[in-house]
């Protein structure tokens, strides 16, 4: 089990470009979730994978970003067009169903953004 | 609207002593909850759980206790260590369907001094 790996650690962009963040969930996890936090807050959800099925996206989740899973493994998370405003961690985790109504999230290190 | 409530921003307590942190909800859907645990610059790691059929899980040193009518738990961490400083999470979900995505609260910073 090496855990969930996300990269970079680090990004630090200008306002008006297009990053792109990758995820590498736990194996056999067909479960994935993108979630982002900023300063004095929690993590708050964006969206959420079911092998490569895209089930839900939250409402923070503008039309400036895009999550992919392909082929159920790695997730990206785009963001177009960068503002200030989208400056966080972007965090990642995944879980797999091992008692129904109980699951647990692991989550990954983190991407941190930084719009200038 | 915050669904997941920690109302106390930060804890300081002695080594050796109690650490009680507590969680408020509002949402009566929710039925499983968790408390997280984030160092500064990585991501959050799983603690405890407990399932809303019990009122009492404990592991270790740490003991979550659900009060279901209140909308309230709280963790319990006996006897604090300094290496226990960290963000404290508590999150909240809803079994059945197909997301077990968790509602996060704001966290709590708990420092334990030496």
């Known amino acids: 089990d090496t855990g969930v790996s996300q990269d970079p650690r680090h990004k630090i962009t200008k306002r008006g470009q297009n990053v792109t963040f990758r995820c590498d969930p736990i194996s056999e996890h067909n479960r994935l979730y993108w979630y982002r936090q900023t300063l004095g807050q929690g993590p708050e959800f964006l969206t959420y994978f079911q092998n490569e099925a895209q089930l839900e996206k939250s409402r923070l989740l503008s039309d400036r970003f895009s999550a992919e899973r392909p082929k159920g493994s790695f997730s990206t998370l785009e963001i177009q067009r960068t503002e200030q405003g989208d400056s966080a961690m972007y965090l990642c985790?995944?879980?797999?169903?091992?008692?129904?109504?109980?699951?647990?999230?692991?989550f990954g290190s983190g991407t941190q953004l930084s719009v200038l | 609207d915050q669904q997941v409530k920690q109302n106390s921003p930060s804890l300081s307590v002695q080594e050796g002593r109690i650490s009680i942190l507590n969680c408020d909800y509002t949402n009566s859907m929710f039925d499983y909850f968790l408390w997280y645990k984030k160092y500064p610059a990585e991501g959050p790691t799983f603690l405890i759980s407990i399932s809303s059929i019990k009122d009492k899980n404990e592991d270790g040193r740490f003991t979550v206790f659900l009060n279901k009518s209140a909308k309230h738990l709280s963790l319990h961490i006996v006897p604090s260590q300094p290496g226990d400083s960290a963000v404290y999470f508590c999150?909240?979900?809803?079994?059945?369907?197909?997301?077990?995505?968790?509602?996060f609260g704001k966290g709590t910073l708990l420092t334990v001094n030496p």
């Open positions: 999150a909240a979900s809803r079994s059945g369907g197909s997301n077990y995505k968790l509602t």
């Open positions: 985790a995944s879980s797999s169903r091992q008692v129904v109504g109980n699951e647990k999230l692991f």
